[in-house]
């Protein structure tokens, strides 16, 4: 059924690595009201460490619903559906009733379990033959189950629940063990093509050596989780028995909520990890071997490639450079972000030469794992808006490569660009970025994509829309478009093809002599 202009609203709790928001939309996608509480991202006990206190994404979580439920745009009554949607591949361990064994372990964590025996038998033997045994043997060193196993074995026996932060969340939520398929994006053993746990046999089973018995059931986004606890309707002030349902991970929900919903879109993301995600109905790998991860559209995939710590280095800008802006930031009630704008219009396109390739972190295939640390050269730094402007652009080249490569893999040419995340607050990051892809860039009604995306599967989960494709033509709006300047984009499609395209190739031997000698990025 459409959605009629009514009192139903739908309130969507987003999980993220520095905060958690409670998000209140109508059936047609307005935000009503929202509370945001930071959250420390993590706490690092030991060098390249990363957890945190799984309680208190669950006491946060409940002070962002009551927080949101005082605001008097927001009626109790009339909320018909809770949704969730977290960061990505923050793992929780569990006991048999749910009690934390250890803290969770977030995404940004470093540690690694390196010397673990390779992939027995013929599937070995084939990796190997293929050239993807460091790429397994990564994904195995990465994997959290193999560094508990292996460091904490007492917590490792005790183990009932091997959890996603979404599915430990659900379970205070409902007193269920179950999760969305679409939010399983992480070291686990799942099917990405069938979008369930793997098969027994699978390969993945020994990689990531957990038992099937602690899994969460799995069900499609859009699907009832289950109904909020009394419990949970005390931590949270929504009244019991409210219907949970089933979303995706927030860059699913991201991209959903940012309305790129074919392969002709691509959804921009200048997040910690900027992303660029195309939304596909065939199980297509973006990269070979990699696979796509589950669209918040049941049965349908998002194909992302991914640059590691991108809008991080915007952050790490912000801290070591940005001291002005952040000040008056603070005594004007805007973002950083707007402000630095000042600083990208004091350079010139192409920052008088000044390039950078932003590989801070090691990727799986495309850059390699030998690919760590960002190379800046070609040019001065005569300001800090000299070095900005050349992030900016950096980020926007990487981006503009990995929308190159999905749209070689699909067939189908990417026509436009929708763009979310902190940094699409910036109107000079999102004109530079139209100018260096050469396509118009859109930017949704709200900046809340993510929590937007996650409403929609609420929304079609309840009934308010027919299916997602129809509520999110009800619910996601364009809210401004930047169209590129030609000239500029001349500039720039110049240094892409001639500097920036033949960059990764020319110094990966140089960053595998780095690996040599120093033996880092390990492997």
């Keep these: 059924m459409n959605a009629a202009a009514g009192p ?5 709790i987003d999980v993220g690595t520095q905060s958690v928001r409670a998000l209140a939309f109508d059936a047609r996608g307005a935000l009503l009201a929202s509370a945001r509480i930071p959250i420390e991202p993590y706490v690092s006990a030991h060098p390249g460490w990363a957890e945190q206190d799984p309680d208190l994404y669950w006491r946060t979580l409940g002070d962002a619903c009551r927080r ?3 605001d008097p745009a927001v009626h109790r009554d009339a909320i018909v559906a809770l949704t969730i949607t977290t960061q990505r591949s923050t793992v929780v361990v569990t006991d048999e009733t749910g009690r934390p064994l250890r803290p969770a372990i977030v995404w940004l964590d470093q540690r690694r379990t390196d010397g673990l025996p390779f992939i027995p038998g013929t599937t070995g033997l084939a990796f190997r033959a293929l050239g993807l045994r460091e790429t397994v043997m990564g994904f195995m060193a990465d994997c959290e189950a193999n560094w508990i196993r292996s460091n904490e074995p007492e917590a ?22 179950a999760d969305s398929a679409a939010a399983q994006v992480g070291y686990l053993p799942f099917d990405f093509k069938r979008q369930a746990w793997a098969a027994a046999g699978d390969w993945k089973w020994f990689a990531a050596p957990v038992e099937p018995a602690w899994l969460p059931d799995l069900v499609p986004a859009t699907a009832r989780l289950g109904e909020l606890t009394a419990e949970a309707a005390e931590a949270t002030g929504l009244p019991a028995g409210l219907s949970v349902i089933a979303a995706a ?11 790129a919903l074919g392969p002709d879109m691509a959804s ?3 997040g910690t990890t900027a992303t660029v995600n195309t939304t596909t109905a065939r199980y297509i790998e973006p990269i070979r071997y990699v696979p796509p991860y589950p669209a918040a559209i049941p049965g349908e995939w998002t194909m992302e490639i991914q640059v590691y710590r991108g809008y991080w280095m915007v952050e790490w800008f912000k801290r070591e450079f ?10 004007s009630g805007v973002e950083p972000e707007v402000l630095f704008d000042e600083l990208v219009r004091a350079v010139p396109a192409g920052s008088m030469g000044l390039t950078l390739q932003p590989y801070w972190s090691p990727g799986v295939r495309i850059p390699g794992p030998e690919a760590k640390g960002a190379i800046i050269g070609f040019g001065d730094v005569h300001t800090r808006a000299h070095l900005y402007r050349a992030i900016l652009e ?32 910036s109107p000079a990051a999102v004109q530079l970025t139209a100018d260096i892809f050469g396509l118009p860039v859109g930017r949704a009604h709200t900046h809340e994509a993510s929590g937007l995306g996650a409403a929609i599967d609420a929304a079609v989960g309840v009934g308010l829309h027919r299916d997602v494709r129809s509520a999110a033509a009800e619910m996601v709006r364009v809210g401004e478009v930047r169209d590129p300047d030609p000239a500029t984009h001349a500039l720039y499609d110049e240094l892409y093809r001639g500097v920036y395209r033949r960059m990764y190739g020319r110094l990966q031997p140089l960053y595998r002599e ?4 120093t033996g880092y990025p390990p492997g």
């Design 8 to 12: 139903e609203q739908i309130l969507a």
């Design 156 to 177: 490792w026996r005790a183990i009932r629940h091997y959890l996603g932060l979404s599915g430990y969340l659900v379970h205070r939520l409902t007193g269920r063990f």
């Design 394 to 425: 950096g980020l926007a080249y990487a981006l503009r490569e990995g929308a190159e490569r999905t749209a070689g893999r699909t067939g189908v040419p990417i026509t436009s660009l929708r763009i979310a995340g902190g940094g699409s607050r």
């Design 322 to 331: 940005g001291h002005r802006e952040v000040a008056l930031a603070g005594e």
């Design 268 to 270: 921009l993301s200048y």
């Design 514 to 517: 780095i690996r040599r000698i």
């Design 68 to 70: 949101v439920l005082a």
């Design 249 to 259: 991970a927030d860059k699913a929900c991201e991209v959903l909520g940012s309305g």
